[in-house]
């Protein structure tokens, strides 16, 4: 019996631990907090309570990760992506996705400190490719878009790829 009664102690000690650790980091991470952002990147975020509000739909809320700080034009300033994927309406999660994806908009830093609304759209996935003197400081970002637009149809991927400078840019369909 004494085997018996140390191998469920042992488990008993290894749950508590279990749930200590879980609880120890939920109380690290921090709720997404639209305020932490400068008023541009705030402006962008006010989109989603507009969208929810005109459909009905309740509270927003914001995954985690929805903005990415990275510097995109290389000149050593904070530049954001602003990805609604992970964010709800209410409990509609398709709000702001659909077959052509989620909507993004990619802010870029000015010198003065505001930041400028280069890209706003909707993208199935996106990926930050690694630095190359190709394109010179620029990031270059590849979008998997909708099949519409490289002539294709919904199912179909388009992929594309933008060094992220500050001048605006869009991508359309032929």
Known sequence: M????????????????????????????????????????????????????????????????????????????????????GTKCGERETIYCGTGGCTMNILVALPGGDVRLVFDGRVRSYEIKPKSTRHGASRVIRFDLHGSYCGGFGAQTCVKERAITTKPFAFREP
């Open 2 to 85: 004494r085997p018996r009664r140390r191998q469920r102690r042992t488990r008993y000690l290894i749950l508590l631990l279990v749930l200590f650790a879980s609880a120890a980091r939920a109380e690290g991470t921090r709720p997404f907090n639209p305020s932490d952002y400068p008023p541009g990147v705030q402006k962008a975020l006010r989109y989603t309570n507009e969208e929810c509000d005109s459909q009905d739909g309740g509270t927003v809320t914001f995954a985690p990760d929805t903005v990415r700080k990275i510097d995109l034009t290389g000149d050593g300033r904070d530049d954001y992506i602003v990805d609604f994927s």
